[in-house]
């Protein structure tokens, strides 16, 4: 999977269906305070999961629901499954009942367009994470790990949510994911091998991604880090370390 600074498809349907675990959907619901586009696509989303509850009702005879996946890696793969059974997005089967949702959540986003968060003040972390982080990102409890990066956690029952406090030029180790991850940028840019990352923007990674993002000189770069399972650094010694730095 290649980062393309917004939430993939799977992501939004399991975010819509309420299927993806705590962390990564906090995560989730910050980044579409922030992104007009991603709040349009989860209108989309919405629209087909309705269409494949109908349709799952339809080939049964019940009017009961489908029972959501589990959280985790394993439902978000499924959904993503789910979704290319004919290579057009969403199984044939329920394809003309979507079409019909989709059709009129467009029309809803013409007439009633998602509006962008409101611009207050600064210090105020997205709504998403204040019962997580507390309300203002000068209350935060920060955490040294090396020079240069600092780390506040939040409690959740699945994953792990934490933001990082990151001065400019500073290196991050190299590393990939055990599952997934959404890291979403809050505060400052920075760069790796899929491109510049700006606030607002999140990279919505899976096992298959290794990068090593370097903060841009343009300031403090805060991010905000939600995963499902560890980290897996390159780095031995930093492997032996990753109990105490708790990702």
Same mark, same amino acid.
């Given at each position: 999977?290649?980062?393309?600074?917004?939430?993939?498809?799977?992501?939004? &349907?399991?975010?819509?269906?309420?299927?993806?675990?705590? #962390?990564?959907? &906090?995560?989730?619901?910050?980044?579409?305070?922030?992104?007009?586009?991603?709040? *349009? @696509?989860? !209108?989309? #989303?919405?629209?087909?999961?309705?269409?494949?509850?109908? %349709? !799952?009702?339809?080939?049964?005879? @019940?009017?009961?629901?489908?029972?959501?996946?589990?959280?985790? *890696?394993?439902?978000? #793969? %499924?959904?993503?499954? $789910?979704?290319? *059974?004919?290579?057009?997005?969403?199984?044939?089967?329920?394809?003309? +009942?979507?079409?019909?949702?989709?059709?009129?959540?467009? +029309?809803?986003?013409?007439?009633?367009?998602?509006?962008?968060?409101?611009?207050?003040?600064?210090?105020?972390?997205?709504?998403?994470? @204040?019962?997580?982080?507390?309300? /203002?990102?000068?209350?935060?409890?920060? $955490?040294?790990?090396?020079?240069?990066? !600092?780390?506040?956690? #939040?409690?959740?029952?699945?994953? /792990?949510?934490?933001?990082?406090?990151?001065?400019?030029? +500073? !290196?991050?180790?190299?590393?990939?994911?055990?599952?997934?991850?959404?890291?979403? +940028?809050? $505060?400052?840019?920075?760069?790796? @091998?899929?491109?510049?990352? /700006?606030?607002?923007?999140?990279?919505?990674?899976?096992?298959?991604?290794?990068?090593?993002?370097? &903060?841009?000189?343009?300031?403090?770069?805060?991010?905000?880090?939600?995963?499902?399972?560890?980290?897996?650094?390159?780095?031995?010694?930093?492997?032996?370390?990753?109990?105490?730095?708790?990702?």
């Amino acid at each position: 999977m290649k980062p393309q600074h917004h939430l993939d498809d799977a992501t939004l &349907v399991s975010y819509s269906a309420g299927a993806l675990p705590e #962390a990564l959907s &906090v995560a989730a619901g910050a980044h579409l305070e922030m992104c007009l586009h991603c709040r *349009a @696509r989860l !209108r989309q #989303a919405d629209a087909v999961g309705g269409a494949l509850l109908e %349709a !799952r009702a339809g080939e049964t005879g @019940r009017d009961d629901a489908t029972p959501l996946p589990k959280p985790g *890696a394993q439902a978000r #793969a %499924a959904m993503l499954q $789910r979704l290319d *059974a004919d290579g057009s997005g969403m199984p044939a089967a329920i394809g003309q +009942v979507a079409d019909a949702q989709i059709a009129a959540a467009q +029309v809803a986003d013409v007439e009633h367009p998602p509006r962008p968060p409101v611009q207050g003040d600064e210090d105020c972390l997205p709504a998403a994470l @204040r019962p997580y982080f507390g309300t /203002r990102y000068s209350g935060l409890q920060w $955490r040294f790990l090396a020079p240069g990066v !600092r780390m506040a956690k #939040a409690r959740v029952s699945q994953g /792990r949510l934490f933001l990082l406090m990151l001065s400019p030029g +500073v !290196r991050m180790p190299e590393h990939g994911h055990g599952s997934a991850e959404l890291s979403l +940028v809050l $505060r400052g840019a920075y760069e790796d @091998r899929f491109g510049i990352f /700006r606030a607002g923007d999140i990279a919505d990674l899976d096992c298959d991604v290794e990068h090593q993002p370097i &903060v841009a000189d343009e300031g403090i770069c805060i991010t905000l880090g939600a995963t499902d399972a560890p980290i897996r650094f390159k780095s031995w010694g930093l492997r032996l370390l990753q109990p105490w730095f708790g990702m």
